[in-house]
């Protein structure tokens, strides 16, 4: 499980991320709005801590944002250091889902953020997404800044494979188990299928997202990642 932290105070982030860590989830942490928006709409995760109050862009207007600009319907669960009725309507009012107060307890926090992330998955459509890309598991539908692409069938493993270990480098024995099993190919195989995966979700676009590590492998990952 993967979880956004939005939250300007160092050590309340940390820990928040050491406890979620411990417990097993992947934390990406954020000091202010603007970053918190950016890992948001470009990230894939099942939920979000985010503080009410942030330099750069506060947590209401992130919200805000993210439910109604890009229609992420990810699960938020707001923070904020003030108990009072108009900020909850005012969270609720902008699409968060759960709202604690604090000082809080990280055991309540953990218990509350897995009952709106299991909500969520129980509801939510099977995509995965790596900056502007989205890979939609039920209908098979790749597409980049809403254009749908057309992949080949070894094209679309590699590229599940990819976006589910973003920003991670997958090594070429992991793509040629993933297609091949214990089968391979020549060298060649790995080599032209990621040159066609390249062309197909890189080549019109200003930011390529496919990377090679040399030596090591690929991996795909939005700007600054």
Known sequence: MRILVIEDHKDILANISDYFSLKGWEVTGALDGLTGLHHAVTGNYDAIILDLMLPG??????????RENTKHQVPILMLTARDQLED???????GADDYIVKPFSLAELLARVEVIARRFTGLKKQVIQVHDLTYDLDSLEVRRAGKLLKLNPTNMVFLELLMRKSPNVVKRREFEQAVWGGDVPDSDSLRTNIYTLRKTIDK????PLLHTVHGMGYRLAGPKS
């Open 57 to 66: 862009m506060d947590g209401i207007l992130i919200c805000k944002t993210l």
């Open 204 to 207: 019109s676009y200003d930011e």
């Open 88 to 94: 909850r309507i005012s969270g609720f009012s902008v």
